[in-house]
């Protein structure tokens, strides 16, 4: 490419955004931007193990993360370091803004997992949803949130999971 010609952009920084301010900054592989959907890979971004009791995340394990530009959530494959599927951890969001490098996602509290056998569906921190008060600042954002999370529960409960969604 001549020194006049744009790069490709293959790194991205996902910027997470909770309550105004950033919980999480970490960078990531740019697999995939369609216009709509954007898909990046990254290590575990968390300091040590997260053991949720159901899961457990930690060094070495690999997220491929699938962001929208239109949806309120984004879905998270979850690998072990030896490559065996976890499962899934959705996160209900604002639509996704790439922003330059910056794939900035606001989290709106509620979370969703689904086990790589699909016999563990759960609905997370809907407890925080309730106190965050979104329904009282913004209720057509909260109806949003709610309405993602019954999506992602309907998906999770398919026997074919998240595939088409993620293909």
């Not at 759960?122 to 008060?133: I, N, P, T, V, Y």
Request: with cysteine.
């Amino acid at each position: 490419m001549s020194a006049n010609s744009a790069e490709p952009v293959n790194r991205l920084e996902v910027v997470l955004v909770k309550a105004g301010r950033t919980k999480i900054r970490y960078p990531a592989e740019l697999l995939h931007d369609d216009g709509v959907r954007i898909a990046v890979r990254a290590p575990w971004a968390g300091s040590g193990v997260r053991d949720f009791g159901f899961v457990r995340f930690e060094p070495g394990d690999v997220f491929t993360e699938y962001y929208w530009r239109d949806r309120w959530y984004s879905v998270k494959e979850v690998r072990a370091a030896d490559g065996a599927v976890k499962g899934w951890y959705c996160d209900v969001t604002r639509p996704a803004v790439l922003s330059g490098t910056d794939l900035v996602v606001e989290d709106l509290d509620l979370d969703l997992w689904r086990s790589a056998d699909g016999r563990d569906v759960r609905r997370l921190d809907e407890d925080e949803f309730a106190e965050s008060g979104l329904g009282e600042t913004d209720p057509e954002a909260a109806s949003a949130a709610v309405a993602a999370l019954d999506t992602l529960e309907a998906l999770a409960a398919r026997k074919d999971g998240f595939t088409q969604l993620l293909s």
